[in-house]
């Protein structure tokens, strides 16, 4: 407005009005003053859409990272999801036991298990041991790794040499003495591992053990117990010496320990 004015009437030497100015920045302050008009699609977003994308954002990603499989095209393919049981000693015929429980325990370890300790069973490192050619795996019992896969494992552990130190819970109230069975029967027979099959008992008697155990177990704890489910006869034997047999056996009367030679020689 003040502009148009002075520039019409610009007599060159017009005294200027009080508070009138030829400054061409202070001509224009009040259009600088002024926002540009908004345009169309361009007005900025609410705060709160803009921290709702940050979280949706996030979460996907950590989806991705959680369930992307690797971007594996074979993710899904059968053979990653039901790895075929491993054929048995006896061949892998249908009605063979140990063959049975195995492929019960596929579904279970691709359901529980994999996400940790992966389809292969070589885990990830520094983060989720290995069960394929563990030594805790392919022990000649399970007494020590179903408390694990019961109440879960917590504190430093070495598997295959390499340290580990994390945590896994235990899965107590999702799976039963069966699929437990099952699974520890398919990670012992799977990957190249070869054990005996495990009885569903075994892991009821040692669920009723730990039933007032809420806690992870420590693996240093648990390394000290008897691999056999109930400390069993296996265990004792495995811990004599040859040396310490010989001890034993010099004390027996010396008719007894003929008949007993005779016995084993037959
Ligand atoms: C959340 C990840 C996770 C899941 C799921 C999981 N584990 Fe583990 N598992 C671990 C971690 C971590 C350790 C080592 C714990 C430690 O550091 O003390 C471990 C240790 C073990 C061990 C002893 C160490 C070894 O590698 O031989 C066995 C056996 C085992 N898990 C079996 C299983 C079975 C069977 C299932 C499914 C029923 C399962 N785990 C599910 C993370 C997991």
């Known amino acids: 407005m003040s502009a148009e004015t002075n520039s019409n009437k610009s ?26 008009e908004p345009v ?3 007005e900025p977003l609410n705060l709160w859409l803009v921290v709702f994308i940050a979280v949706l954002l996030f979460w996907a990603g950590s989806y991705l990272t ?21 054929p048995s000693a006896a061949g892998d015929g249908a009605d063979d036991p140990v063959a049975k429980l195995a492929r019960e325990g596929a579904g279970v370890f691709a359901a529980n298990c994999a996400p940790c300790h992966q389809a292969d069973g070589n885990g990830t490192p520094n983060l989720f041991p290995p069960l394929a050619g563990s030594e805790w795996v392919v022990a000649e019992g399970v007494n020590r790794i179903a408390r694990f896969v019961l109440n879960g494992a917590g504190g430093p552990i070495k598997v295959k040499g390499m340290d580990f130190n994390n945590q896994m819970n235990g899965f107590k109230d999702q799976l039963d003495d ?16 070869k054990a ?15 039933a007032a155990v809420t806690t992870p177990m420590n693996p240093a704890d ?9 400390g069993g006869a296996a265990a004792t034997t495995a811990a004599l010496t040859p040396d ?23």
């Open 11 to 36: 007599g060159r030497n017009r005294a200027l009005d009080r508070g009138e100015s030829t400054d061409v920045a202070d001509l224009h302050a009040a259009v600088m003053r002024e926002r540009p």
């Open 40 to 42: 169309e699609g361009m």
């Open 66 to 86: 959680h369930f992307s499989g690797g971007f594996r095209a074979d993710e899904f393919a059968e053979s990653q999801i039901n790895p075929a049981p491993p």
């Open 178 to 193: 069966k699929q437990i069975a099952a699974v520890l029967t398919y990670i012992r027979n799977t990957w190249g591992n």
């Open 196 to 210: 005996s099959a495990v009885k569903p008992e075994e892991i009821a008697s040692i669920r009723k053990e730990l």
């Open 222 to 230: 648990v390394e000290k117990l008897p691999v056999m489910v109930g």
């Open 244 to 266: 310490q047999l010989k001890e034993a056996l010099k004390k027996l009367p010396a008719d007894q320990l003929k008949t007993l030679l005779q016995d084993i020689a037959k």
